[in-house]
């Protein structure tokens, strides 16, 4: 029995390389991910910087330019007609200060919210929820007019239906 096993071995044809290239490819695609993976969570030097200056850009929001438009008084588009909405609202911009073309287009954008205002229903801006989606209507309505997106925010000052 011992020759027939040395004859095997000695037919057998010599073990190629395959085996360790597969290993030394499995070692560096187990390496490279994890190169990758300290990199997204930030543990190598360079990602750790660019993390803090975004941390830092984060922590001071940039505070626009704030113009506060005169109180709009409209009828709402109740059935009965009996109800109106007072409204004051202040305009926060992207830039540091107010931009020329709203000032000029101040008319337009007055009569854009005027008409807005006329189309709400008591039911609809009486919750927390419809003031927001009014809000972002407001904002949109001004940037498509104005044709560039120069209102950031809005924010209601007084805001009374009776």
């Known amino acids: 029995m011992a020759e027939e096993s040395a004859a095997a071995e000695a037919e057998a044809p010599p073990k190629s390389g395959k085996g360790k290239l597969l290993l030394v490819v499995g070692l560096v695609v187990l390496v490279a991910g994890g190169a990758g993976a300290a990199w997204y969570l930030g543990l190598l030097p360079?990602?750790?910087a660019e993390a803090k200056e975004e941390v830092k850009e984060a922590a001071k929001p940039a505070v626009g330019a704030l113009l506060a438009l005169e109180p709009f008084i409209a009828n709402?588009?109740?059935?009965d007609g009996k109800r109106y909405l007072k409204a004051a609202l202040q305009v926060e911009f992207f830039n540091?200060?107010?931009p020329d073309e709203f000032t000029a287009r101040q008319a337009q954008v007055r009569d854009l919210l005027l008409t807005l205002f006329t189309s709400k229903q008591f039911a609809e801006i009486r919750t927390p929820q419809g003031k927001a989606l009014l809000r972002d209507e407001i904002i949109n309505r001004i940037n498509r007019a104005l044709n560039h997106d120069l209102v950031k925010a809005v924010y209601f000052?007084?805001?009374i239906v009776q």
């Open 46 to 48: 360079g990602r750790k």
């Open 76 to 79: 709402l588009g109740d059935e």
């Open 157 to 159: 000052t007084e805001f």
């Open 96 to 98: 540091a200060r107010v």
